[in-house]
């Protein structure tokens, strides 16, 4: 089993930076790929970013040239950076580990707010 705690959501200006960690209680070398998923209000989950194990990635379009997604295989966390803020882009944060692609892990979820 996998837990996943995520931080780093607060409220931020539209424009602004935002930098989202992942950390996860055991070795993430299993999880491939790791994600970034978010849910709006009144809205379904959907794919922000996934990273495989070797550092390919994954963007949805609305966030391709904004965000960028990481690993550290080393220290077990994933991180999401996330420039020029939208209001759109305001949703619960949620990291996601594919436990050798078959069982999904998921953590509690972290608020992102754009708004002035």
């Known amino acids: 089993q996998v837990q996943l705690v995520e931080s780093g959501g607060g409220l931020v200006q539209p424009g602004g930076s935002l930098g989202l960690s992942c950390a996860a209680s055991r070795s993430i070398f299993s999880c491939n790929p790791m994600g970034w998923y978010r849910q709006a209000p009144g809205k379904e989950r959907e794919l922000v970013a996934d990273i495989t194990r070797g550092g390919s990635t994954n963007y949805a379009d609305s966030v391709k040239d904004r965000f960028t997604i990481s690993r550290d295989n080393a220290k077990n966390t994933v991180h999401l950076q996330m420039n020029s803020l939208k209001p759109e882009d305001t949703a619960v944060y949620y990291c996601?580990?594919?436990?050798?692609?078959?069982?999904?892990?998921w953590g509690t979820g972290t608020l992102v707010t754009v708004s002035l």
């Open positions: 996601r580990c594919a436990f050798y692609n078959a069982i999904n892990y």
